[in-house]
């Protein structure tokens, strides 16, 4: 049996290594687009804080990794996918047989229609080459523009700003992390990363980006006609699906790769994990892309066990994030805007940087939202995905949402 799985982010390195054990005759190869080995780009920032160098970044740190584990690792962009002949087209005109094929290519930034976004001096934060050159970019002193301050902005904020860069971030929405927090949440970032001197600017675009002068600086124009000079502009304005290369290869692809409970593809024998797959969602009992690693790796875990010949079915996966913004820990699980009918039980402290939120539908908890308050995040996120009924301990939570341990001990075992 030959498996190919395409793409060599944790999706794909945790699939190539559970096929290796699954089936030791196998012939596993993984195919790594960029020209490194395969990394975390979750780890990024810490490389741009200096708390690990690029050897940090990567998934496994031991030489010669992947040969002993009998696994083929080759670098090469794949340009098409033929189901027909079970083949692969690579860049260079080469072409490589599967039996099996699990396509795990992640995402690519979204670079928006802004005029002035080819120079040099603009870069995203996605990849470890990105990573250099911003470290090249990014001295202490100057001033530099971040545009777009959703989770993966926040994340390149804080290592931004533990460079002593001069940091104005533009976000469009009238928020920070809109797409994590609701109104009181997202104010609280703003106004807490401000406090650290960063300034903010949200419900505000970015409408071009200048030609470098003389002193290297770009000027960067607002849709509320200011400007502000930038020796670097970072682009963080989303990602998208890597998808392109399944064109006309009769794989359905929406906001992703669309794969059934088992991760198959519309395609027999091509499946799909991580952040380029649509899958099974755990709170609205729909499809959806959720660009996060622990889903990417449970992905990849499954994708193989269904590869191999051993059912497995994937369950859903909630939607969660953790996110640290200049020392200030947020999170979100869930339904975190909450249930439509719902309740929410709600505490908030504006000048003490807390607020905690958690919504129930009839008497499960569906979803939450924190802010300062650390010490019960993975509480949250098994009472919501064990589903448990929480009878007479939602009034207590409603009047005391902090009591989540109790209720979680008290419904959970």
């Not at 098409?80 to 995402?107: C, N």
């Not at 669309?258 to 649509?278: K, R």
């Not at 859903?316 to 820990?329: C, E, H, I, P, W």
Request: charged share 20%; net charge negative.
């Amino acid at each position: 049996m030959s498996y190919v799985i395409v793409g060599a982010g944790p999706a794909g390195v945790v699939a190539a290594e559970t096929l290796r054990k699954l089936d030791p005759s196998g012939e596993v190869t993984l195919i790594g687009g960029e020209p490194e080995p395969p990394y975390s780009r979750m780890a990024i920032p810490y490389l741009l804080t200096g708390g690990i160098d690029e050897a940090g970044t990567y998934l496994r740190k031991a030489e010669g990794h992947y040969d002993g584990a009998g696994i083929g690792y080759r670098q090469a962009r794949v340009a098409g996918v033929v189901p027909d002949a079970k083949s692969l087209q690579l860049e260079g005109d080469d072409a490589i047989s599967y039996d099996k094929l699990l396509i795990a290519t992640g995402a690519n930034p979204v670079k928006p229609p802004v005029e002035g976004l080819d120079q040099p001096g603009v870069q995203h934060c996605w990849t470890l080459e990105d990573a250099r050159r911003i470290m090249d970019l990014a001295k202490p002193g100057d001033p530099v523009v971040l545009i777009g301050a959703g989770f993966i902005g926040c994340i390149i904020l804080q290592s931004l700003l533990s460079r002593g860069v001069a940091l104005t971030v533009v976000e469009a929405e009238d928020r920070m992390v809109p797409r994590m927090a609701d109104e009181t949440a997202g104010t609280m970032i703003k106004r807490w990363c401000e406090e650290k001197g960063v300034r903010v600017l949200t419900s505000t675009r970015v409408k071009s980006a200048g030609p470098a002068g003389a002193d290297g600086l770009m000027q960067i124009a607002l849709d509320n006609g200011d400007s502000v000079p930038a020796r670097l502009l970072v682009v963080a304005a989303g990602v998208k699906s890597n998808t392109g290369f399944l064109d006309g290869s009769g794989v359905k692809v929406e906001d992703g790769i669309v794969v059934d409970d088992h991760l198959c593809s519309s395609v027999a024998d091509i499946y799909a994990a991580g952040d380029c797959a649509q899958g099974p969602d755990f709170s609205s009992d729909g499809w959806s892309v959720h660009a996060i690693q622990p889903t990417a790796v449970d992905h990849g875990r499954i994708a193989a066990l269904n590869m191999a010949g051993h059912p497995a079915a994937f369950n859903g996966s909630l939607a969660m994030n953790v996110l640290d913004t200049a020392g200030l820990v947020s999170a979100s699980f869930g339904l975190w805007q909450g249930a439509e009918g719902g309740e929410s039980a709600v505490l908030l402290d504006e000048a003490g940087y807390r607020y905690l939120r958690v919504n129930f539908a009839g008497d499960v908890v569906v979803g939450a939202l924190s802010i300062g308050h650390t010490e019960n995040i993975g509480v949250l996120r098994g009472l919501i995905q064990t589903r448990a009924h929480l009878g007479p301990w939602k009034d207590k939570l409603q009047s005391n949402p902090t009591r989540l341990a109790e209720a979680y001990i008290a419904c959970c075992q």
